[in-house]
């Protein structure tokens, strides 16, 4: 019996209707969603830059078809800390990131972000980088508009207009308002200018992410004065790359941990984030008195020419050493030395040495001085324990933020955070340690960050949201960057995917730039 024209092209339709045709297929993985749910083996289908389905597919095909057996399948990991203002121009490919599996970095901590944000978006887009990108208002670019370097309280009108730039960055699509206590200018501003700030950012449901104003022997004070600021505002708080630090504070993370508990059990939202290593990075200043870094270059040059005031540095610098219980700046490595990089990768008590001086905490104290006149450099401190790193990262609200910016490969000696802090997690701390779940880690990398800072379509493997995915292989993802040898990226990850477009296939970055500038939910067209 022939079948009639007609229902012969319906059958046809059907057929064609059941084999749905997507952009990319992923097929077999072990996929991880990001929720913290137990793993399950699926597939994913991505068109027009979004996930269209999850589960077990047989109705769909692709010409992208990606065997993912033996392998995990997660969203594309979300850095919360990063300082890449000007790096993910000069390389929009952003490999450090890729390489480690980031689809995603929110910039502008510490205090410092872009001054025009509404620009800095729009030439993200139109850069075409390799990384979604969103951003939050620093308080030393917004004081340092209105203030300069002062040290000094801002009067009335100066907060008022500071309140205005945070506002207008919050409409330009901030995501929040950050600060950066430790550093000049945000060092001489009291709690209250930072509350009026942050309430300017909450009026925009933004988020407040601070560096406190102490990681060390004061660490306690400055925890509770970023809380303090949280409820006076009335803004969730990020505090960032927690940590205790100088030998004096080893031990204490069970304290600091218990102040974050404590916080959330009271009903305010703090949480927390961390790079996964022993070392922090920062500039020379901070080895200075505060007031001696105030103003610009020639004024603290000034004050160090000065033989009285010099004394005096000196003096604050060796009681601050003997406070963290260092008997020497052997600690403190320098990544990156502009005036002479044979200085790059060796401690202050190796470059006293080669200059000839004393090994004496005082000698180093003016060995330090001698570089902050000529510009200062990045350092590298080595001033944490590995039981207080591990037990901050047992705690369930803490993310992941590596605090980089976007590395040039061979130049400088800078800290190996910014090439593989999440395959460190993946690989020491998950699979050879075992200090976290798999899928807790990933939770960490994902939707954590994304309900954090209201990132909507980031975080889950799940339709209707954005194809941010990675691909990789939880038996040999390891990092390979080392204080040593830092600039060696991450393996483990074979595929990359940025809003539906392969940017890392077979472990090899494609050098497809499909990443875009991510908002905060107050912009305004």
């Given at each position: 019996m022939?079948l009639?024209?007609t229902?012969?092209?319906?059958m046809?339709?059907?057929?064609?209707h059941?084999?749905?045709?997507c952009?990319i297929l992923i097929?077999?993985?072990?996929i991880i969603?990001?929720t913290?749910?137990?793993?399950?083996?699926?597939?994913?289908?991505v068109?027009?830059?979004?996930?269209?389905?999850v589960?077990k597919?047989?109705?769909?095909?692709?010409?992208n078809?990606?065997?993912?057996?033996?392998?995990?399948v997660?969203p594309?990991f979300i850095?919360?800390?990063?300082?890449?203002?000007?790096?993910?121009f000069?390389?929009?490919t952003?490999?450090?990131?890729?390489y480690?599996?980031?689809?995603?970095?929110?910039?502008?901590?510490c205090?410092?972000?872009?001054?025009?944000?509404?620009?800095?978006f729009s030439?993200v887009d139109s850069t075409?980088?390799?990384?979604?990108?969103?951003?939050l208002?620093g308080?030393?670019?917004?004081r340092?508009?209105?203030?300069?370097?002062?040290?000094?309280?801002?009067?009335a009108?100066?907060q008022q207009r500071?309140?205005?730039l945070?506002?207008?960055?919050?409409?330009?699509?901030?995501?929040?308002l950050?600060t950066?206590?430790?550093?000049?200018p945000?060092?001489f501003?009291?709690?209250?200018?930072?509350?009026?700030?942050a309430?300017a950012?909450?009026r925009?449901?933004?988020?407040?992410?601070?560096h406190?104003?102490n990681?060390?022997?004061?660490v306690?004070?400055?925890?509770?004065e970023a809380i303090?600021?949280?409820?006076?505002?009335?803004i969730p708080?990020q505090i960032?790359h927690?940590?205790v630090?100088g030998r004096?504070?080893w031990?204490?993370?069970t304290t600091?941990?218990?102040l974050i508990?404590e916080a959330?059990?009271?009903?305010?939202?703090?949480?927390?984030d961390?790079?996964?290593?022993?070392a922090?990075?920062t500039n020379l200043?901070?080895?200075?008195?505060?007031?001696?870094?105030a103003?610009?270059q020639?004024?603290v040059?000034?004050r160090?020419?000065n033989?009285?005031?010099?004394?005096?540095?000196?003096?604050?610098?060796?009681?601050?050493l003997?406070?963290?219980?260092?008997?020497n700046y052997?600690?403190?490595?320098?990544?990156?030395?502009?005036?002479?990089?044979s200085?790059?990768?060796?401690?202050?008590s190796?470059?006293?040495?080669?200059?000839?001086?004393?090994?004496?905490p005082?000698?180093?104290?003016e060995?330090i001085?001698?570089m902050?006149a000529k510009?200062g450099?990045?350092?590298v401190?080595?001033?944490?324990?590995?039981?207080d790193?591990k037990y901050?990262?047992?705690?369930?609200?803490?993310?992941v933020?590596?605090d980089?910016?976007i590395p040039?490969?061979?130049?400088?000696?800078?800290?190996?955070?910014?090439y593989?802090?999440n395959?460190?997690?993946?690989?020491?701390?998950?699979r050879?340690?075992?200090?976290?779940s798999?899928?807790?880690?990933?939770?960490?990398?994902t939707?954590?960050?994304?309900q954090?800072?209201?990132?909507q379509?980031?975080?889950?493997?799940k339709p209707?949201?954005?194809?941010?995915?990675?691909?990789f292989d939880?038996?040999?993802?390891?990092d390979h960057?080392?204080?040593?040898?830092?600039?060696?990226y991450s393996?483990g990850f074979s595929?990359?995917?940025?809003?539906?477009q392969?940017?890392?296939?077979q472990?090899?970055?494609?050098?497809?730039?499909?990443?875009?500038a991510l908002?905060?939910?107050?912009?305004?067209?």
């Open positions: 022939k009639s024209a229902l012969m092209m319906l046809l339709a059907l057929v064609a059941a084999q749905q045709v952009d097929k077999n993985g072990k969603d990001g913290g749910n137990s793993w399950f083996y699926g597939d994913i289908a068109k027009d830059g979004k996930i269209i389905a589960g597919l047989t109705q769909f095909q692709s010409a078809t990606i065997d993912a057996k033996q392998q995990v997660a594309g850095d919360v800390h990063g300082h890449i203002e000007g790096g993910i000069t390389t929009p952003a490999d450090n990131y890729i480690d599996g980031v689809t995603t970095v929110i910039t502008g901590n205090g410092g972000s872009a001054t025009d944000l509404r620009r800095f030439k075409h980088t390799a990384i979604n990108v969103a951003s208002v308080h030393n670019t917004v340092e508009q209105i203030m300069q370097r002062d040290n000094r309280l801002s009067s009108d100066e500071m309140d205005q945070v506002e207008q960055a919050m409409k330009d699509g901030a995501v929040g950050s950066g206590l430790i550093y000049i945000g060092t501003a009291n709690t209250a200018e930072v509350v009026s700030l309430k950012a909450a925009y449901n933004g988020v407040y992410a601070s406190i104003r990681e060390e022997n004061s306690v004070d400055a925890i509770n303090q600021v949280g409820k006076e505002a009335n708080v960032s927690f940590k630090s004096a504070s031990g204490k993370s600091t941990i218990e508990k959330r059990n009271l009903g305010w939202d703090v949480t927390i961390q790079y996964p290593y022993t922090s990075s200043g901070v080895r200075l008195p505060d007031w001696a870094m103003g610009t020639d004024s040059n000034a160090l020419q033989p009285i005031i010099r004394a005096q540095i000196k003096k604050e610098m060796l009681e601050q003997a406070k963290y219980k260092y008997k052997s600690y403190a490595v320098v990544a990156n030395y502009p005036a002479d990089s200085y790059n990768g060796k401690s202050i190796e470059i006293n040495k080669l200059l000839g001086r004393k090994p004496k005082a000698w180093e104290a060995t001085m001698e902050i510009g450099a990045q350092m401190y080595h001033g944490m324990h590995e039981d790193v901050i990262m047992q705690y369930p609200f803490c993310m933020g590596a980089a910016g040039v490969p061979g130049k400088g000696m800078p800290h190996p955070r910014g593989g802090s395959a460190r997690i993946l690989g020491r701390y998950v050879e340690l075992q200090v976290l798999l899928e807790e880690a990933i939770r960490r990398m939707s954590l960050a994304a954090k800072f209201q990132l379509d980031r975080g889950l493997l209707g949201l954005a194809a941010d995915i990675v691909i939880p038996a040999t993802v390891t960057a080392t204080f040593e040898q830092p600039h060696q393996t595929y990359v995917i940025v809003n539906g392969i940017t890392m296939q472990g090899k970055h494609t050098g497809v730039r499909n990443g875009h908002y905060g939910p107050a912009r305004t067209n």
